[in-house]
């Protein structure tokens, strides 16, 4: 839609300017002011022109203004500018006249040369159809079908394809809409009071009657009534209508009756409402019903200047309405209800606004320096001249105003401060004075009227501080008692049952009877403030920060958030959010995140700067903060933000450094490869510039533990390890931005993916059985080998064992035979010893060669039937008459079954022991012990002379036995003295 100054555009340069200048002269205001109590979004700000025709939201939030050089993008923070002239951004439009936004990625432009479409996410625009030079068309939508339909402001064409436009000659059009529904599309004439009603069958016409003057502003569609509803603004009656259109023709609904010209309107669906915006710039709202709301003054508040605006399109989002005007740029202001209010109070310079307290009838008092105390009704007027002040509170020589200010009963307050301290009862415009009183009563080197502070006690009785030191005084008797003195003046006092705490400008104190505890967290601060919140704790406002003591410490300054951390007073509202008053503006603390929003003179606040002990809360739960040049009011009710929610983008990706691509809103989860692992995700909040910079929140799920905040618009995570992640976006200044993520998986390694694993494990399994069957198969020829191998040794054996018993055997036989037949003849006993040696020796021969045959025949032999050949063999070394004794003691828990070389290793060690015991140890017993568990234990001794142990005769057979221990892999541990010889030995038992 088009203004009258819009349609100047088309006449020639000299009547433009002439008409220009003519209303200048005839209008106030033409010649614009700066500020009509809207924010401004103009060249400076980076727009391409100021004038603008036409404002859109995308999907994603971005705002697109077209003007009559090119198409911008503010995205709340900066414009970015497409125009025809430019390399990069390029558009084939000079001039930008409607804007329609895509259901993706993409934007419809209409201008002065073609319809084109803009790719956001390439920003790339590809020509769709040019348009004829002689029709001036400025307005565009898309029907049911998905094709665009175009009216102009001088004729009423329709195009149902791009390559193809029919020109309907009738009256001007002004508005164009479409309802998908019903099919049905409308068009309103500007200069008469027509509705054209068009249908895929034909078009129908239909005139308003009685309406002389009527100028058809708007349609809205999905309006709660699911109705189509038209607003018919009448010029001459100064009313406003709306009517609902369907095929059966036009029903006017409801009429207001307008105090001054409107421009234009619109439905805002969240609300309900109706905004509209009069010729001077101000908003009047109604709801659905058009019963008024109230009206938005657009004057500024220093000037009172207003102007008028030429206003070529209106919309109203993130409840703020913006206002596309020519020449001034765009327009906007927040609709909501103003959560603060102000008392200004004109002096100069500023004055400074020491203290405030409301009494029961809502009125303010409030200490102003060199003015003494002021007051002012419910709605701001000063009745200090009317309800008779006493003159001590209207002193102008109270130099720092009230430091103490306690309410001790309805409309009764104690005040302290410099020169002053009493009771005041505001209904009944009564004071009673105790200064003289403390004055008399404190030494003089302890008093200090500067630093005077109050705090009840129970009934008739309170605490006072002067100086650094803190008192008791009767309020009846008015009698001082000193309680306890500190190290610097004393800046608050604050009782809570049986304890108080005491602020100073070094620090905080807990007291309670006469013993006082400093708090080291709190060393060498000011405190400023003390109080409790039932929810939060104890508050403590300090130079550095709020502290909040509960079950723990948690402070709050300028690193979570706040714009300053000089903190002068913090109350709390019936949420529990708390709010802040510092040295750069006020700020609202989140009761349930601790998340923060922060306030300045942009947001409606008479000052940045506030005071100490300027601060109170009304019984009607508002907040009042007093500062440098006027009082802030608080309304807690209005507990709405400025705007809905602020929209927050995450608007590209960098992918291993590489450059940014775009990044769709609400698209689907993206998986990276794992060598694309490096990220770098670029956001921005679409916030108004009047906000000023904000710190954002992040964090990427299943990697940060936690929450992490910054400045910058841009976060890089390198060399991300696999895994499904989800990068997480908010404000962190607690304003109510929506939370954005962005789901995506960094791929696993193809090394490490289930497929590769699987295929590798399966791979490995076949080459396990593969060489496992070699192997097998290799130890089956070796396993064959051998036991044919095996097989040709035991006959071998078997060979030679038989061959030995029966030539070796038969022929020893034979000759222990022929010895024996020897002995029977022969008489001389030199020669029957001879005779029995050799018998011996050839019965050690056959025994001997007993041995080798069990040893080539591999026969195995029980321990216990070894002990017996052994003891046999003892036995019959002994002989008769050989006067030695042989004591056996067996402990055989088990039995061992012993292969054939150790049966013949041990067999030989036990008669070679024996033997030498015999032989040469001239004793008369021989021990033999065996204990035989899982291993065998052999002890065998003698009780005769012994030998040297380090002169060792190779005769004594020690080398043969040492060597066959080392066999069986046993070792000998043998002892020898005067008193006889023991040998211990011990081998594994086996079966």
Known sequence: MKSIYSEMLYLGKSARIKLLLFFCFMQTGICYAQEFGFQRLSTEQGLSQNSANKIAIDHRGYMWIGTEDGLNRFDGNTVAQYRYQNEQRRIHNLAVYDILAGERDELYILGNYAIEKLSLAYDTSMLLTKLPTNHPFDKMIMDARGEIQISSTWYQPYFTNPQHIIIAQSPRGFQLAFDKKADLLYTMSSDSNQILVGTLNGAVEYRIKNQEGIRLTNIFQCLPSKKILAAFINGKKRNLAIAQISKKGIRQIKTVELAEPLFDVVYQKSKERYCGVTMKGDVLLWDRDLKFIKKINAYNRETKHASTLYLHDLIVHQDNIWLAVDPQGVLYRPLGDNQF??????????????????????????????????????????????????????????????NGLRKIAPDQFIISGNNVFGKFDAKRMLWEDYYLYLKKQIPDNLFSDQY??????????????????????????????????????????????????????????????????????????????????????????????????????????????????????????????????????????????????????????????????????????????????????????????????????????????????????????????SDENTLTFYFRDLLLPRYGGISYSYRLKNFDEHWVQTDQNAVRYPQLPPGDYSFQLKLAEGLPGILQEYHFTVALPFYKQQWFIGLCTLLLLVLIYLVGLFYQKKSLARQKALARKNAV?????????????????????????????????VANAEQQKRLSRMQEDARNIMSGLRDTISILNNKKMYLTDLIDQIKMYALRLMGEDSGYTLLVNEHLSEDHLLDAPMVVHLKAILQEIIHNAIKHAEGDCITFNIKAEQAINFELGDNGKGFDENNISKGNGLENIQWRMEQIGAELDFQSNEKGTIYRFVIKGRQ
Not at 583 to 605: C, T
Not at 613 to 642: H, N, Q
């Open 793 to 825: 040794l035991e006959e071998e054996r078997q060979r030679i064992a038989r061959e030995l018993h029966d030539n070796m055997g038969a022929h020893t036989t034979a000759l222990i035979s022929n010895i024996q037949s020897l002995q029977r003849k």
């Open 341 to 402: 209010s102000t008392i200004e109070i004109p002096q100069q310079p500023p004055p400074v606004i020491k203290n405030l307290f409301t009494d029961s009838k809502g009125n303010l008092y409030a200490y102003v320096l060199k003015q003494g105390l002021q007051v002012f009704d419910t709605n701001g007027k000063n009745i200090s001249s009317k309800i008779g002040l006493p003159e001590v509170l209207k002193s102008k020589k109270i130099f720092a105003g009230f």
């Open 452 to 673: 005077l502070f109050f705090e009840p006690l129970e009934e008739g009785k309170a605490l006072v501080a002067s100086g650094s030191c803190v008192y008791e005084f009767d309020l009846d008797k008015k009698t001082v008692i000193k309680k306890h003195c500190f190290l610097a003046p004393v800046t608050q006092l604050y009782r809570e049952k049986e304890n108080y705490w005491i602020g100073t400008t070094r620090g905080l104190y807990q007291c309670r009877d006469k013993k006082c505890l400093t708090d080291r967290r709190f060393d060498h601060l000011i405190i400023k403030s003390i109080q409790r919140d039932s929810l939060h704790g104890l508050l403590v406002a300090t130079s550095i920060g709020l502290y909040i003591l509960n079950d723990s410490l948690k402070i709050i300054n300028q690193q979570q958030g706040l714009k300053n951390s000089y903190i002068y007073g913090v109350l709390s509202d019936a949420e529990h959010n708390l709010w802040v008053s510092t040295n750069n503006g006020l700020s609202r603390i989140n009761a349930r995140d601790f998340s923060i929003q922060n306030f300045s003179k942009a947001d409606g606040l008479a000052s940045t700067e506030f005071n100490s002990y300027g601060f109170w809360k009304a019984p009607d739960e508002r907040l009042y903060f007093s500062g440098m040049g006027g009082i802030t009011i608080v309304d807690p009710s209005v507990s709405k933000p400025l705007v809905d929610s602020i929209p927050l983008i995450i608007s590209a990706l960098s992918i291993n450094d590489r450059i940014p691509e775009n990044l769709p809103h609400g698209s689907e989860e993206r998986e990276f490869s």
